[in-house]
């Protein structure tokens, strides 16, 4: 099962399963273009002057931190159709996204030597990226585009890289690679985890150390040019110097800990998503018992599946790389975020869908990927419409995070704006 030294090269473009992928998006999504600004829509987008003219983008390139997720916002704004504007095109980024996870799936299977076996895996991977209710925050929410945006041109240098690789094209790898990893910095600097995950590719993939090398340095050069310029520039030295005050190292390897195992836990039941859980700032490890043992399993399952399933260790490492590695220096100001998985979990999807095929024969596994695919698109329908207005989004906050300060300030002044005193008051004096 270990992957060839030269895989497949990649298929050729599909126009039929894209128009099945993006009938099942719009089905899982549809309401979701009803939805209102929300939350930080009002900080970064209506009430920031910063992105409500081609001039004020023009004048804030000098200062201000993620340029591109910027521009887009620019050109919602000035297209004049408010609220599903914005929306329309979140789904298009989304819906883009999941073509780029199937041909990043059907690249991976094509370097498995069960690649007979697996044909259809890369489908259902992209058709379980697409409707699994968990990705609502970074598609239904508007500012979550700051997540799917960053994937998007994450996602398609990955793409690049790889069939710039099977396909022996150096514009691919030296040029578009690199390009489209400078555009997800643009985005979100996040992003900065690209080169780690070219690496990855390259061991589950046939590759070699010294190949990476040769493949990768461009990329490697671009990560070491981003980092002194993040390190130079005011806004973002600002930013990372704000978050490596939040919390001790110890601190905040013990509080990552307690969100990845939060986070994990939201992708494998997502029952009872929360855009603002009520997750504990933690001091030392103590606090963080279980899911240090739960981190720990992860990493013996890791290592025992390496040689004879390579795709489970693959998902482990790449969703460890997104979910941990990146924040173990720099605390995030809100623990966990469900946006944050939205990048990690398509090897996840692409783990299951190969262990589905290689344990169920055809016809049952045909019959529970689509019982999966109907469950997760009916939680995804349910979960757009908390999205509606920001008095349905607190409301249902609150019922998840009663504890938390924040929630139900924000339900107050939801219903302070629609005119509902005592509610509004209610909420007010829970807060405080």
Known sequence: MRPEAVPESLPTFDRRRLMWLALLVFAAYFNALFGAFQFDDYNVIVDYAGVHSWQAW???LGHGIRPLLKLSYTFNWISGLGAPGFHLLNLL????????????????????????????????????????????????????????????????????????RTQRNQVRLYALTPLLFALAL????????????????????????????????????????????????????????????LNSLPGNAATQLLAFAYLMRQWALPLRLNIDPDLPLLHDISGAAGSLAVSLAMVALMLACWHRRPWISFALLWVGLHLMALYLFLPR????????????????????????TLWLRPLPFRRVATALLLALAGLTVARNQVYASEIALWEDTAAKSPHKARVHNNLGYAYLLAERREEARREFATAL
């Open 186 to 245: 643009a985005v979100k600097e996040t992003a900065v985890t690209f080169a780690l995950a070219l690496v990855l590719w390259e061991m589950f993939c046939g590759g070699s150390c010294k190949a990476s090398f040769q493949r990768q340095w461009p990329t490697w050069l671009l990560l070491f040019g981003a980092t002194l310029f993040f390190l130079l520039h005011g806004s973002y030295l600002e930013e990372m110097q704000t978050s490596a005050e």
């Open 58 to 60: 023009l004048d804030g």
């Open 333 to 356: 100001v809100d623990v966990a975020n469900e946006s944050q998985m939205y990048l990690a979990v398509w090897p996840l999807f692409l783990a299951l869908a190969i262990e589905m």
């Open 93 to 164: 980024i989304h819906l883009v996204n999941v073509w780029l996870v199937y041909r990043l799936a059907d690249a991976f299977v094509r370097a498995q030597t069960l690649r007979e076996r697996l044909a259809h895996v890369p489908l259902v991977t992209a058709l379980l990226f697409a409707v699994h209710p968990i990705q609502t925050e970074a598609v239904t929410y508007i500012s979550g585009r700051s997540s799917s945006l960053m994937a998007l041109f994450y996602l398609a240098g990955l793409l690049a890289y790889a069939t710039g």
